[in-house]
């Protein structure tokens, strides 16, 4: 535990890093939450409520490689996290959502986001909603960070965010509020409401995408998300995010 803020990769971690590299230079336009191949190209993508992570792709669906590399975003957030919550976390909800789908022809059909949608609120398919959530939560997550991220956004993002919360520090005040007040496992989001921009909290696997809302930025407040860099200090963590990692280009893409 007390190596997590070192810089050196750890030899265990069950990432290719080429593949990782790859992903990078695709940039986040290029993610993809299937399994497109030259065989079998993704079809034209479909608007949807965040354009630069999801697909319309069906299941199977494959964990998609991480937009930079698991050290990029040391020593804020180490790789030997990313070990974990990318590579084990993340990847065991994709694997439990193509198991829990792949015996429902209607359900393994529908693109991710249209199977959440399809699934919110039906309490026979909780496990199905969980899984296929946090799927795309996590994918949205790591493209809500970036190297060398954090402080004010500027130009038409920060336009929105003055008329939406008076300045760029009540919208952090508000943001850091949200992430700390979500009692136990859930996420923070920065959202478009129908043209004005909002903090939001969600527990657990909940998001936005069932409440018709445009995700522009989230924070995972899960433990896991912050128990090896932070231990219990998730207002460190917080803090950390907004001031080092936010991707503001990546919610600028989404303002769409
Ligand atoms: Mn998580």
Same mark, same amino acid.
């Given at each position: 535990m007390n190596s997590s803020h070192t #810089?050196? @990769? #750890?030899?265990?971690?069950?990432?290719?890093?080429?593949?990782?590299?790859? =992903?990078?230079?695709?940039g986040a336009s290029a993610i993809a939450l299937g399994c497109a191949s030259p065989s079998n190209p993704s079809p034209t993508p479909t608007p949807t409520n965040a354009p630069t992570v999801m697909t319309t792709q069906a299941a199977p669906f494959t964990l998609p490689a991480l937009p930079y590399a698991d050290t990029a975003l040391e020593p804020v957030m180490s790789a030997k996290t990313f070990s974990f919550h990318y590579a084990k976390h993340h990847k065991a909800y994709v694997d439990n959502l193509n198991n829990l789908v792949k015996d429902n022809a209607e359900l @393994?059909?529908? @693109?991710?986001?249209?199977?959440? *949608? *399809?699934?919110? =609120?039906? @309490?026979? *398919?909780? =496990?199905? !909603? &969980? &899984?296929?959530? $946090?799927?795309? &939560?996590?994918? !949205? /997550?790591? &493209?809500?960070m970036r190297p060398g991220g954090g402080g004010a956004p500027t130009g038409r993002l920060l336009e929105k965010i003055n008329a939406s919360f008076g300045d760029y520090?009540?919208?952090?005040?508000? /943001? #850091?509020?949200?992430? *700390?007040? $979500?009692? =136990? #496992?859930?996420?923070?989001w920065l959202v478009d409401d129908g043209g004005k921009l909002a903090v939001l909290k969600t527990g657990n696997a909940e998001t936005p995408l069932t409440q018709g809302k445009k995700c522009l930025i989230t924070l995972d407040?899960?433990?896991?998300? %912050? %128990?090896?860099? !932070?231990?219990?200090?998730?207002?460190?963590y917080i803090t950390a995010f907004l001031d080092k990692l936010v991707n503001w280009e990546f919610a600028e893409k989404n303002l769409g």
């Amino acid at each position: 535990m007390n190596s997590s803020h070192t #810089s050196q @990769s #750890s030899p265990d971690i069950p990432l290719d890093r080429r593949q990782v590299l790859a =992903g990078s230079l695709a940039g986040a336009s290029a993610i993809a939450l299937g399994c497109a191949s030259p065989s079998n190209p993704s079809p034209t993508p479909t608007p949807t409520n965040a354009p630069t992570v999801m697909t319309t792709q069906a299941a199977p669906f494959t964990l998609p490689a991480l937009p930079y590399a698991d050290t990029a975003l040391e020593p804020v957030m180490s790789a030997k996290t990313f070990s974990f919550h990318y590579a084990k976390h993340h990847k065991a909800y994709v694997d439990n959502l193509n198991n829990l789908v792949k015996d429902n022809a209607e359900l @393994s059909a529908l @693109s991710l986001e249209a199977l959440i *949608k *399809k699934v919110a =609120g039906d @309490s026979t *398919k909780a =496990g199905v !909603f &969980n &899984n296929a959530a $946090q799927v795309w &939560n996590h994918t !949205f /997550f790591w &493209n809500s960070m970036r190297p060398g991220g954090g402080g004010a956004p500027t130009g038409r993002l920060l336009e929105k965010i003055n008329a939406s919360f008076g300045d760029y520090e009540k919208f952090k005040t508000a /943001f #850091s509020d949200a992430a *700390k007040t $979500q009692f =136990g #496992s859930g996420w923070a989001w920065l959202v478009d409401d129908g043209g004005k921009l909002a903090v939001l909290k969600t527990g657990n696997a909940e998001t936005p995408l069932t409440q018709g809302k445009k995700c522009l930025i989230t924070l995972d407040v899960w433990e896991h998300a %912050y %128990y090896l860099d !932070f231990q219990n200090r998730r207002p460190d963590y917080i803090t950390a995010f907004l001031d080092k990692l936010v991707n503001w280009e990546f919610a600028e893409k989404n303002l769409g």
